[in-house]
């Protein structure tokens, strides 16, 4: 599981930042990429990463500004030129579908594959099966803006192979009964509990991405004990009332979010054009102030998201 950050600005497009757009690479779990937020110039992008658009299964919309959704209708064209026929689902607020039905119609676009659209609401979650839950919650822009908190469920601990195969335990169907906890008797009359051969589960990980907005206790909830918390930093320490007032956060509000949530780690974005080279460092200094695991990140960024170290051992 990695992020890679493929627009880290905030508004416009600017030299050294794209607008947003985050990956969720999901490959080793499910050979899938899932895409929050696209906004313009986000599949130019893609190009200068390893991200394939054909595996690009799932896009999350945060909100219906234009810095966040003017790329799709582009990477959903290239998408369907470049060998994607599986189905690619699209969730976001109220408005989604019409504006990417109305930008491909006016094109005269057509897809070779399906679209399907989720609308954003409080049913919760948006998304579950087998291996994830996706949970949203709205947050506070003046404009309905939503934030993600992506689940992924435990893994069942791993087979001692080694140990089994000192017993002189036969490889096979027995192997499978015993990872799932099964008590299997051997031709000899010994008797396996598989539980004592099984190491522990590994916990999930949990990953929270949020939209534009102001400080607000939904920013919390989501992020509550997550492995990374993604939030923006628009303004800095000493501009919490031109923050309030464009409905956007600060740095030192970003990294509260994140301390009172417990995550271990955070990850600023949509940054303004304002901050260059060493003033967007300050930015980071600034929240580690609260939060001293705080990194700002910058276009092609990548943040690995390990298994809990205490869980690996």
Partial sequence: MELQFLGTGAGVPAKHRNVTSIALKLLDERNEVWLFDCGEGTQMQILRTNIRPRKIEKIFITHLHGDHIFGLPGL?????????????????????????????????????YQLKFIELN????????????????????????????????????ELQVEKLRELNIPAGPLYGKLKNGATIQLEDCTVIDGKKFVGPDKKGRIVTILGDTRKTNNSVVLA??????????????????????????????????????????????????????????????????????????????????????????
């Fill in 76 to 112: 959903l064209s290239s998408r369907s030129f470049q060998g994607g026929n599986t189905p690619l689902e699209i969730y976001g607020p109220k408005g989604i579908e019409t504006f990417i039905k109305t930008s491909l119609a006016v094109s005269q676009t057509r897809l070779g």
């Fill in 122 to 157: 409080e049913e919760q979650p948006i998304f579950k099966d087998q291996d994830f839950s996706v949970y949203t919650k709205k947050l506070d822009h003046g404009i309905d803006s939503f934030g993600f908190r992506v689940v992924e469920h435990d893994h069942k601990g």
């Fill in 224 to 313: 509550k004990n997550s492995d990374v918390l993604v939030h923006e930093s628009t303004f800095n320490k000493n501009e919490a009332k031109m923050a309030k007032d464009y409905f956007h956060s600060t740095t030192y509000q970003a990294a509260e979010v994140a301390k009172e949530a417990g995550t271990k780690q955070l990850l600023l974005t949509h940054i303004s054009a304002r901050y260059l080279g060493k003033t967007a460092l300050e930015l980071e200094e600034e929240a580690k102030e609260i939060f001293p695991n705080t990194k700002i990140m910058k276009d092609f960024d990548t943040f690995d998201i390990p298994f809990h170290e205490e869980e690996k051992n």
